[in-house]
């Protein structure tokens, strides 16, 4: 199943539960939250009490990417203001096979972020315990950057590498996605697309967000 998750990091953060609502409406199937730390990337977004607050504004689920340093100390907080999905930067983490388990421990649904330049291997010893991967198309910090186009390779690596393990881990990508690369990136194998800067700056967001679903809805597979 490929879906769609609405980032509101370049919604107006004077109205984010309008823009939430206005995804959710619109057909998205869950909503990216970025949380950023000043430290891991250079930019400040929402604390675990913004997503608390958000979560009441939808019934789809939350999917927090953490781009902090130290996310160990910052996963239960965010569990507990809601989030659905969390996932923690491999380039981030001294023990990820802990924060990982904790995740887990937690009912969520756990996943790992990886950089552009960051090598997909590094997952080789803790594959088979994640739920997803969030593969970077940007270097993390800022929406509305242009997509790095070695990420369709890094993709489609990926993808015949879980295979090739027999497991089935949906792959996320995150940063300048739009109309007109995500079939392409569909094609690579990924199955959840993070869209913000293309719906959110858009003149007419729902209409970006219908020709998005239309896209997955043609390249859906079984
Ligand atoms: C970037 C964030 C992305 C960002 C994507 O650090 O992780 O989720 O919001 O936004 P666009 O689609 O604008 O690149
Ligand atoms: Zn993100």
Do not use: C
Not at 34 to 58: C, E, R, W
Not at 105 to 132: Q, S, V
Not at 197 to 204: K, V, Y
């Amino acid at each position: 199943m490929i879906r769609l998750a609405p980032s509101i990091l370049s919604a107006d953060f004077s109205r984010i539960g309008d823009a939430v609502r206005m995804a959710e409406d619109a057909g998205a199937d869950m909503i990216h939250l970025d949380i950023m730390d000043g430290h891991f990337v250079p930019n400040l977004t929402l604390g675990p009490q913004a997503v608390a607050s958000i979560k009441k504004t939808t019934q789809l689920p939350i999917d927090v990417h953490l781009m902090v340093e130290k996310p160990g100390f910052f996963i239960p907080l965010f569990h507990e203001a809601g989030a659905d999905w969390i996932s923690i930067h491999v380039e981030a983490s001294t023990h990820l096979h802990r924060d990982i388990s904790l995740i887990k421990e937690l009912g969520r649904k756990a996943g790992i972020a990886l950089n552009p330049a960051t090598p997909i291997h590094l997952l080789n010893d803790i594959l088979k315990d994640l739920d997803y991967i969030l593969i970077m198309s940007v270097n993390p910090g800022f929406g509305g950057q242009k997509f790095i186009d070695s990420t369709h390779q890094r993709i489609r690596q990926l993808r015949s590498w879980i295979s090739g393990q027999n497991l089935s881990i949906p792959i996320e990508v995150d940063g300048g996605i739009n109309p007109a690369n995500a079939e392409n990136l569909i094609r690579d194998g990924a199955e959840i697309l993070v869209v913000g800067a293309s719906i959110f700056a858009a003149e007419d967001p729902v209409r970006v967000i219908s020709r998005l679903k239309e896209i997955m809805a043609k390249e859906n597979r079984p």
